[in-house]
């Protein structure tokens, strides 16, 4: 499980704290797509014909899951009832990517299968059944920089590579 990720971490957030803060005012854009539909695309992949996908760059995803940062917060809220979405009009992450995924759909008829409300919904029942858990091994770039940091300090506190 990865909770760096805006739906993911958005449905923790108001499954935990019945509370979202929506950065830089919620305008900036995001494509959303489930990792079901990633394995599905990479399936696809290889069961295509060489001549399709040899040598090819493909976006993959739905040109209609591209969303602002507010509309997929509304989503979360929509699926986590009595969570209050707070917009905070400025953010130094000014970011935002609105990705065309019409090669794949033409070229491979590809279609994504899970929606992002049914991907808020898996997750919301996933946190209530225990199923997941918010750790520092489930968000990813807090993740590595714990592993750094320790494998630095397993350095300064080693003597020819061990502790003990």
Do not use: C
Request: proline share 4%.
């Amino acid at each position: 499980m990865r909770f760096d990720l805006v739906i993911n971490l958005m449905t923790l957030t108001a499954y935990k704290n019945r509370r979202i803060h929506v950065m830089g005012g919620g305008k900036q854009w995001r494509p959303v797509l489930h990792v079901g539909d990633v394995a599905r695309a990479f399936l696809l992949m290889m069961d295509s014909p060489a001549e399709k996908v040899a040598g090819q760059i493909f976006n993959v995803g739905s040109n209609d899951q591209n969303y602002q940062i507010y509309q997929i917060a509304q989503m979360v809220r929509d699926v986590v009832p009595h969570t209050d979405v707070d917009v905070v009009p400025d953010d130094p992450d000014k970011r935002t990517y609105r990705v065309d995924f019409s090669k794949i759909a033409r070229r491979l008829d590809f279609k994504v299968a899970t929606t992002p409300y049914e991907g808020i919904v898996e997750v919301k029942q996933a946190l209530e059944r225990g199923k997941i858990e918010d750790t520092v091994s489930t968000r990813t770039v807090h993740y590595y920089r714990y592993l750094l940091e320790a494998e630095q300090l397993f350095r300064e506190v080693s003597y020819n590579g061990r502790i003990f």
